[in-house]
């Protein structure tokens, strides 16, 4: 990969990693998958020259969780032992497509038609991963939702 490149996908640990990375703009294509399986390994030069195309790296971005070791994500957890990848596709918060399996043109065509082509399009005030997450945090500082309110107006 070239210098100054960022990763062409992360690698999710957490519930909390998963939920900071959906609550953010752009396409979140989300693959499930088995360490053992090779189909869910040939998909990665898809990833890579599909973000290579891109210049804003929130417009898209390819997101992995082990199926193995996933404890948070429900839906990885009754993937594991697949022998095929699933593939979650995610914008501004809210799941638009599933696909199952390596199927490389029907991953491209749907990353394609759903990548914005500046994250920047995408809204987060309807974004409900990042409402909740901004909620948490919100109680987490002891704020009521006056306070919070009161906080948005001041900002205007």
Partial sequence: MAAGLPPVQYSIDTDADLETRLAGKGLKVVEIFSEWCGPCKSVLPTFRRIRLDKDDENALLFLTVCAEKCNFLETAKEHRGKSEPLF????????????????TPA?????????PANADVDDLEENPMYLAKMERERIARGETVKD??????GKK
């Fill in 107 to 115: 991953l491209n065509q749907q990353v394609l038609s759903l990548t």
């Fill in 148 to 153: 919070a309110k009161g906080a948005k107006k």
């Fill in 88 to 103: 979650l596709l995610y914008r501004n918060g809210q799941l638009k497509a599933r696909i199952e399996g390596a199927n």
